[in-house]
């Protein structure tokens, strides 16, 4: 009896160093492909909260460090001229931290947009923060339509055209309450950054 638990917890101990020894490997494998998508992916949502016509010069940051949780980038338009500002912000959630990144106008920093970059909020009730629904019918998806797909996002939609003193007025998620808050704070967070790098920058 004791040979046969001694031998069942050598063979399990054994699988699991050579199962945690092969993620460890596949890591050290993809870790730059990973790291490259990422950063795609947080450059998408920089373009996508921009003001409209805006580029965002991701390498210069105006405060933080360039691809860091804390850094403020400036929206510029063709001319150069400063017209909004993006920056990221963080708040823990019900299941733990939700990541946003926030796009303002310039000068009164109104809210243009709100994407999620990460959060492991519950699937079916906090997950719905970051929830984007197409405005496609079931009859445009099987057939195609004239105009292109748009989506849109229920809970986030709600933060554009705001100011930062309109945001606890931002009606939460039915049975996602503390996730919809920390969605909030963290749209807070992000418009404090900005704020902050505007007074550094003068």
């Not at 998408?44 to 805006?54: F, I, N, S, Y």
């Not at 049975?175 to 950054?193: C, Y």
Request: proline share 4%; aromatic share 6%.
């Amino acid at each position: 009896m004791i040979r046969t638990l001694v031998k069942f917890v050598v063979i399990l101990g054994l699988t699991c160093l050579l199962m945690g020894g092969g993620v460890a490997v596949l890591y050290g494998v993809w870790r730059d492909q990973i790291a490259e998508r990422e950063r795609a992916a947080t450059q998408a949502a920089m373009l996508a909260v921009a003001p409209e016509g805006a580029e965002v010069d991701v390498e210069k940051p105006l405060a933080g460090g360039a691809g860091g949780p804390s850094a403020v980038y400036a929206a510029r338009d063709a001319s150069g001229k400063t017209i909004g500002y993006v920056a990221g912000g963080g708040a823990q959630g019900y299941a733990g931290v939700i990541r946003v990144i926030v796009g303002a106008k310039a000068p009164d920093l109104e809210i243009v947009g709100v994407v999620v970059v990460s959060h492991t909020e519950t699937p079916g009730l906090g997950a719905h923060v970051a929830e984007h629904l197409s405005t496609y019918t079931l009859w445009q998806k099987l057939f195609g339509a004239d105009e292109p797909e748009k989506f849109i996002s229920p809970f986030l939609d709600r933060f554009k055209g705001k100011r930062q003193d309109e945001i606890p007025g931002i009606q939460a998620i039915t049975a996602a309450t503390i996730t919809s808050n920390a969605t909030k704070a963290a749209v807070a967070q992000a418009l404090d950054r900005i704020r902050a790098a505007i007074k550094e920058t003068q």
